[in-house]
């Protein structure tokens, strides 16, 4: 698998919202189950949505469902996560991952991103 870059990380207040992108390679797009894990400091990481880029049901954590949403561009192997209605619960560093295997949030990814920051201030 090729390396994940993600960007679009940032500071909000409370309802505002932030998108963040996820670049990977071509192989990693095409054969790979991918989505968003994000993580608190001493807390366990989190699975926030999880997918097959190539098509299939599309898994959001309870906690994001009606104002998250992933999409991507083919095109240029990214993926996208839409945040809306930000709380501060979201504040957390934000993982773009790849794996194999069950394409839901609980997957088990072997290929991760450097993470991306986002704080939601109330």
């Known amino acids: 698998q090729g390396q994940l870059a993600e960007s679009g990380g940032g500071s909000v207040q409370t309802g505002g919202s932030l998108t963040l992108s996820c670049a990977a390679s071509?192989?990693?797009?095409?054969?790979?189950?991918m989505g968003w894990f994000r993580q608190v400091p001493g807390k366990e990481r989190e699975g926030v949505v999880g997918?097959?880029?190539?098509?299939?049901?599309?898994y959001y954590a309870d906690s994001v469902k009606g104002r998250f949403t992933v999409s991507q561009d083919n095109a240029k192997n990214t993926l996208y996560l839409q945040m809306n209605n930000l709380k501060p619960e979201d504040t957390a560093l934000y993982y773009c991952?790849?794996?194999?295997?069950?394409?839901?949030?609980?997957?088990?990814?072997?290929?991760w991103g450097p993470g991306t920051q986002v704080t939601v201030s109330s």
């Open positions: 991952a790849a794996w194999s295997g069950t394409c839901d949030t609980t997957g088990k990814p072997n290929n």
């Open positions: 071509a192989d990693t797009f095409s054969r790979y189950c």
């Open positions: 997918f097959y880029p190539r098509g299939g049901a599309v």
